[in-house]
């Protein structure tokens, strides 16, 4: 089994940035790609951004030169970097990441229990 344990949620004015991480454990032969996706009250769960483990990204038109996501390979490990925050932002964010726990076996879609985002003044 693999779990996805997100951190670093909370409050913060316009303008202010915050960091979350999400650490992957359990059995993991490979995770890839990991991403961020975020959800607000009424809306539909979207992609914020993605990486590889060779470190090409995707990132979401309304988060591009704001957000920054990294990953520590050896820790399995992703993580959010997000600045000039606005209030748009605020939503729950989860983890999510594509493991295979054995060299031969197919990739499961696994997600974190999500960390929550607000920005308000």
């Known amino acids: 089994q693999v779990r996805l344990v997100e951190s670093g949620g909370g409050l913060v004015q316009p303008g202010g940035s915050l960091r979350l991480s999400c650490a992957a454990s359990?059995?993991?032969?490979?995770?890839?790609?990991m991403g961020w996706y975020r959800q607000a009250p009424g809306k539909q769960r979207e992609l914020v951004a993605a990486?590889?483990?060779?470190?090409?990204?995707n990132y979401a038109n309304s988060v591009k030169g704001r957000f920054t996501i990294s990953r520590d390979n050896a820790k399995n490990t992703v993580y959010l970097q997000m600045n000039s925050l606005k209030p748009e932002d605020t939503a729950g964010y989860y983890c999510?990441?594509?493991?295979?726990?054995?060299?031969?076996?197919?990739?499961?879609?696994?997600w974190g229990q999500g960390t929550q985002v607000t920005v308000s003044s």
């Open positions: 990486i590889t483990s060779g470190g090409s990204t």
């Open positions: 999510n990441g594509n493991a295979r726990t054995r060299s031969y076996s197919g990739a499961t879609t696994y």
């Open positions: 359990g059995s993991i032969f490979s995770i890839n790609p």
